[in-house]
């Protein structure tokens, strides 16, 4: 996965022209993503601040030239623009899809999760052209790209992910949220696992689709779907 970013990101280095470039290796780009995280660490910090020779962070200056994270920045790449478009016919998600399905695929393959999942939304802060970038009020930046993640709930580590593109054609947000957790929870069938998620996802019938794949399901409901006892809603008018 690492050497398909160092090629893509080499090509696109080349494809601009950059005055200053020497083409990146593996454990370069080992540097840059550290150096990346670290940045988020410091966020108030500009990258100038962040490799100051006065009071900047040593570890930066310490991996590499302040000048290379930002070409770094500017070129790095995850897939061959010479068939982009073509593979966006059939995948709006395309420049970064064949790296996200190797990665999941490593999420999945590397870790046994507990008995108990979540499933839920993180908006990844992105403000550039993208088609289903979205705004989001409630989340931190406001604007960037939906994922759907299934987490473990005792360690929090990413099981699967998808990106949101878009609502499905002749899918409803009800059918499009039970699609989504039925889709991460693929590979759990049979497991006996407990998914838990928002009222986004929950309706009588994810619950029953999970049962039939022998795990259970807990989640807030909104009182007008279908399916709720009577009972139950006239509960909630009792004084406590």
């Known amino acids: 996965m690492i050497r398909i970013i160092v090629n893509c990101t080499n090509a696109e280095a080349r494809r601009i022209r950059l005055e200053v470039w020497v083409d990146t290796t593996v454990n370069k780009l080992y540097d840059f993503i550290g150096a990346f995280l670290l940045a988020g660490v410091f966020y108030s910090k500009s990258i100038k601040e962040l490799w100051s020779e006065l009071d900047g962070i040593p570890t930066f200056s310490a991996s590499m030239q302040r000048d290379q994270f930002v070409n770094l920045r500017r070129c790095i790449r995850f897939d061959e623009r010479e068939t982009r478009n073509q593979r966006r016919f059939k995948y709006k998600f395309a420049p970064l899809r064949n790296i996200m399905k190797m990665f999941t695929t490593k999420c999945k393959s590397n870790y046994n999760p507990s008995a108990y999942l979540t499933v839920d939304e993180q908006l990844v802060t992105f403000k550039g052209n993208c088609p289903f970038k979205m705004f989001i009020s409630t989340k931190p930046g406001n604007y960037g790209m939906k994922i759907w993640i299934l987490c473990d709930a005792e360690t929090s580590y990413c099981i699967n992910l998808q990106p949101y593109i878009g609502r499905l054609n002749g899918v409803s947000d009800v059918g499009q949220g039970t699609q989504v957790v039925l889709e991460l929870t693929d590979q759990l069938n049979g497991s ?36 709720i006892p009577k009972k139950l809603l006239l509960a909630l008018l009792r004084p406590v």
């Open 192 to 227: 006996g696992r407990h998914i838990t998620a928002d009222n986004y996802f929950t309706n009588i019938h994810l619950a029953r689709a999970l049962l039939g794949r022998k795990m259970t399901y807990t989640g807030t409901i909104e009182k007008n779907k279908e399916k």
